[in-house]
């Protein structure tokens, strides 16, 4: 390392200091400050770790979380972001606040769509996991294809690595590329030929712009699909579930290539993340009675359905982001068998997307379907999400643009369980002040 680098360095880990011990924490600025010195420090790591990347836009903070959980029954030690600080400086800070490995480590680290080809321009990784693509901060990133972009000039500087990717989704499977590469999906049944809905993004053929159809559909446009025009279709996979079990709020049973394991965390898509860590476990020489093991950790992940103890209330507070991962959050809380609360916390900030309109893809209506007493909308921009849900047919909506009001709201509220869903700097406000309030250990790392 030069004296340049190791100055920075001493000049984030001492800034890392200060804010863990003076303040609530924060895992950029010291990044920030380090880049400024050294743009070029991530070059210094590049010989003291193997990297993974896991990129993507759903699921790459619990994927990253399951990954790690995998990879220590077999390593000493993995280094990681694991409150989802994934753009460069974030990365950085990850690596300058790392006890010094005394031989090479290896690190799993969550990197924005954006900022892959900051991290791979300093640091070759060995292999690259992709969860999906979907519509997501249109302000940042664009269409798809443009994001995918953005992720494949990361990949074009590491044309060795390889690939893990989502076989279920088409876009991964468009460009020819030398990288070796594994695909997992489902495969836990099939059916006659048939179509997604009119309304799901993705449904084009990527070779000749036909509609797609599918012999498996999970949600959106995943699955096992196929042209019937041009012969496209999904590739081989290496790994695939082959059975689903009993699914509900808080946990998720599932078998892959015939063999069962168990997750302590609700929804359909949180088996794509296991089935995506799984994938990198098998990879890297982690047998399937060990990833059984890690499986059955019951780790809260943070912002990712963490469940809160408030004065007697059970609150789960969920990330949200976009429409494929709102409806899948709503398909799996009305699993719950209980009347529930429920509560959205929307914000619109630069790290939520400053467009709201991703709202009105959400599929508010289903919430009839259960029984909710009470309903409640907070955050910067509540006013946005409450005529959304008025718009749904709720009439009766509680509103606390103060988060503080939210918190001393959910003692009164009428059900035991209460489901909060937020958007990424909302979750971050609301931990912030569940820590001032000694509700949860620490706020923002």
Same mark, same amino acid.
Request: aromatic letters at 10%.
């Given at each position: ?12 880990? *001492? ?11 924060? *895992?950029?600025?010291?990044?920030? /400050? ?11 790591? *590049?010989?003291? &770790? ?13 994927? @990253? ?13 993995? !280094? ?5 600080? %994934? ?18 480590? !290896? ?23 992709? +969860? %999906? ?12 294809? +443009? ?34 590469? /594994? ?34 559909? @999970?949600?959106? %446009? !995943? ?28 946990? *998720? ?24 860590? &799984? ?49 899948? #959050?709503?398909?799996?809380?009305? @699993? ?22 991703? /709202? ?57 369980? #209460? ?27």
């Amino acid at each position: 390392m030069s004296l340049r680098s190791s100055l920075a360095e001493f000049a984030g880990r *001492s800034s890392y200091w200060f804010l863990h011990t003076f303040t609530h924490g924060g *895992s950029s600025l010291p990044g920030k /400050i380090v880049t400024k010195l050294d743009p070029n420090i991530l070059q210094a790591f *590049s010989k003291k &770790y193997d990297l993974v990347i896991l990129t993507g836009t759903n699921g790459k903070t619990l994927t @990253t979380a399951l990954s790690v959980r995998v990879l220590r029954e077999k390593y000493d030690s993995v !280094l990681t972001n694991p409150t989802g600080s %994934n753009m460069e400086q974030g990365i950085v800070t990850t690596f300058i606040t790392a006890p010094r490995p005394k031989q090479k480590g !290896l690190a799993v680290l969550e990197v924005d769509e954006a900022n892959v080809v900051k991290v791979t321009k300093f640091i070759t990784p060995i292999a690259f996991v992709f +969860t %999906n693509l979907f519509r997501d901060q249109m302000d940042r990133y664009g269409e798809i294809y +443009t994001t995918y972009d953005k992720i494949l000039a990361g990949v074009k500087l590491a044309p060795k690595a390889t690939i893990i990717a989502n076989g279920d989704e088409q876009i991964f499977n468009t460009k020819e590329l030398p990288n070796p590469v /594994i695909y997992y999906g489902f495969n836990h049944e099939s059916h006659a030929d048939f179509k997604a809905p009119a309304n799901t993004d993705g449904l084009l053929c990527p070779k000749c712009h036909h509609i797609l159809h599918y012999h498996l559909r @999970t949600y959106a %446009n !995943l699955g096992d699909y196929f042209c019937p025009h041009c012969g496209f279709k999904r590739p081989e996979l290496t790994y695939q579930v082959t059975k689903l079990g009993e699914l509900t709020p808080t946990s *998720s049973s599932f078998e892959i290539d015939g063999i069962p394991y168990q997750i302590e965390i609700g929804g359909l898509y949180n088996i794509y993340n296991a089935l995506a860590a &799984y994938s990198l476990g098998r990879f890297l020489g982690v047998s399937p009675a060990q990833i059984q093991h890690a499986f059955s950790a019951d780790e809260q992940v943070f912002g990712r359905q963490e469940v809160i103890n408030v004065d007697g209330k059970e609150v789960t507070l969920i990330l949200v982001k976009n429409p494929v991962g709102l409806n899948q #959050v709503l398909d799996m809380i009305l @699993t719950d068998p209980e009347p529930f609360s429920f509560g959205f916390l929307l914000n619109a900030n630069y790290a939520d997307g400053i467009d709201t309109s991703w /709202i009105w893809d959400g599929d508010f209506e289903r919430l009839h379907d259960h029984d909710i007493p009470y309903f409640m909308t907070g955050g910067e921009r509540y006013k946005d999400i409450t005529t959304r849900m008025e718009m749904a047919g709720i009439d009766k909506i509680d509103h606390l643009p103060d988060l503080n009001q939210v918190i001393e709201k959910i003692p009164q509220m009428p059900t035991k369980h #209460v489901y909060l869903l937020a958007t990424y700097t909302a979750v971050l406000q609301l931990r912030k002040l569940l820590a001032d309030k000694k509700y949860i250990q620490g706020g923002m790392d």
